[in-house]
């Protein structure tokens, strides 16, 4: 078992860093272009194991994707009717990403697939995306009722719908967009809030026209997708990590370049600077329909806040460090409508309350939220990411503002997004120490 050891307090973190590219464009680039009609290549791409499950599945349905771990990747699209069936079973690991947006695609397919994943992913509920691909004629069988990995889908010929969401999910409506391509008629998605817009704007950029409006969503049969040249801006749920840990270490100046700034992603930018935080956009730009700029970050107190309602979709995944900088703020801060974070890669709620309660803070769990009483010092210990990447990266940063040493066991996770994490952390704050243990991570 890996653990990361950390020892605080860190000296400020100071320079210029890049984060990886971004996670969710990196699925959509690979699997659209694999879909369309010729060669789509990817540069910035997230190198990393979640979003290597989906060129792994695409290659096995016949897609040729060529490059990995090089500064280009390719893939060569079959065409929307071009897949063929997998010799296996599709293994899509601990992404949930993969194993969603491609269960829309398979839905459509004339052929029979197996979806599976590790033991994080097949206890996470599929029952939502289930429901509507029925719908719209595909044929699904599961675990536990149908509810759950691993996932049998028999496509075929697909029906247009209309589908009213009962939670805000871009996987959700990925999946059902994808589909939608396939149908007989359009297919339009109904959020009660708006979710990430990456594969609306992906798709347009393949060619193919998506009406948006306000909280509606649809997408018209697609008789083909031309290729596109991708370049992936930078991760904010990456660059989130270090936008926190430049906040609160003391004495701080640090500036993270090329981030993507779509607007249903930056949630979480706006509940720092409602704390106070000193966060400044520079270079603002467009890259591939998607807006990017600079953060330059300055070390200040940071005052509690109420978080909730429609800002939630906006900053699901940045909830883990939002309660680490929550914790070193002055005051209460609560969090509520979150309950989703019960089923991602571990019960996040569950997670970030017993385990930022092992360094000291006061947090209180809640069933769709945490409760957070601000301003306790911090104090090195033993904790857990619960085989979670953003709980482990969230530790990591609270460890830089506790005194002494912080140990995290089963940090290998960390590798599923963000494989650069640890050696991008030493390059700004030289205080982790990466180290393979076996047995007892509290020995």
Not at 87 to 95: Q, V
Not at 242 to 267: D, E, H, K, Y
Not at 281 to 303: H, K, N, Q, Y
Request: proline share 7%; glycine share 12%.
């Amino acid at each position: 078992m890996e653990r990361l050891t950390i020892r605080g307090p860190a000296p400020p973190l100071t320079g210029r860093l890049r984060v990886p590219g971004d996670k969710s464009i990196t699925h959509r680039a690979i699997l659209l272009g694999a879909l369309a009609d010729g060669t789509t290549e990817i540069r910035g791409y997230l190198d990393a194991e979640d979003c290597w499950r989906t060129a792994a599945a695409c290659r096995a349905l016949g897609v040729g994707v060529e490059g990995w771990g090089s500064p280009l990747l390719r893939v060569h699209g079959k065409g929307l009717r071009g897949l063929r069936e997998a010799e296996g079973i599709l293994d899509a690991g601990n992404s949930g990403t993969t194993l969603r947006l491609l269960s829309g695609v398979l839905a459509a397919q004339p052929f029979l697939s197996i979806l599976t994943g590790d033991a994080s992913l097949t206890r996470r509920p599929m029952g939502r995306i289930i429901q509507p691909l029925r719908q719209m004629g595909a044929n699904f069988w599961g675990r536990a009722g149908d509810q759950y990995p691993p996932l049998a889908i028999r496509g075929g010929p697909l029906r247009g719908i209309r589908h009213e969401s009962p939670v805000a999910s871009a996987q959700l409506k990925s999946a059902l967009l994808l589909a939608g391509l396939y149908g007989d008629r359009p297919t339009t998605v109904v959020e009660p809030t708006p979710s990430r817009d990456h594969t609306e704007r992906m798709l347009r950029g393949f060619g193919h026209p998506v009406e948006v409006a306000g909280r509606t969503v649809t997408v018209a049969p697609a008789r083909g997708l031309a290729p596109l040249s991708v370049e992936v801006p930078g991760d904010f749920s990456s660059a989130a990590f270090f936008l926190v840990a430049a906040c609160l270490v003391p004495g701080s100046r640090l500036t993270i370049a090329g981030v993507g700034l779509n607007p249903t992603r930056t949630g979480l930018l706006e509940v720092l600077q409602a704390m106070g935080a000193a966060v400044e956009i520079r270079d603002s730009r467009e890259v591939c329909g998607e807006p990017v700029g600079d953060l330059a970050v300055t070390a200040g107190p940071l005052r509690g806040v109420s978080v909730e309602g429609a800002l939630i979709p906006r900053l699901i995944d940045e909830i883990p460090i939002l309660a680490v900088a929550a914790a070193s703020a002055e005051g209460e801060t609560e969090i509520r409508d979150a309950a989703e974070l019960r089923v991602k890669e571990s019960d996040r709620i569950a997670a970030l309350a017993g385990e930022l309660s092992r360094l000291g803070a006061n947090v209180a769990e809640r069933p769709d939220g945490l409760m957070i009483r601000g301003g306790r010092p911090l104090a090195g210990t033993c904790c857990s990411s619960r085989g979670d990447h953003r709980v482990a990266m969230a530790l990591a940063v609270a460890a830089l503002v506790a005194r002494g040493e912080t140990r995290i066991a089963d940090s290998g996770c960390i590798r599923t997004s963000f494989p650069d994490f640890v050696s991008l952390l030493r390059t700004v704050a030289p205080v982790a120490d990466p180290r393979v243990q076996s047995g007892d991570p509290d020995a």
